[in-house]
């Protein structure tokens, strides 16, 4: 898997619908969540390796 794979599924998994003022939807990628996993992702490499 190359990294443009693993950052493309991060961004899936990050994807949040939002409404703006008038009601309307609009799909955004929610960065706080995609640090999280990325972190989390990058500790269970790293304890995995010990």
Same mark, same amino acid.
């Given at each position: 898997?190359?990294?443009?794979d693993?950052?493309?599924?991060? /961004? ?9 003022? /008038? ?28």
């Amino acid at each position: 898997m190359s990294d443009t794979d693993t950052t493309f599924n991060l /961004n899936k998994l990050c994807t949040r619908t939002l409404y703006d003022s /008038n009601g309307f939807p609009y799909v955004c990628v929610d960065e706080y969540m995609k640090r999280r996993l990325e972190i989390k992702l990058i500790h269970s490499i790293v304890v995995a390796l010990e």
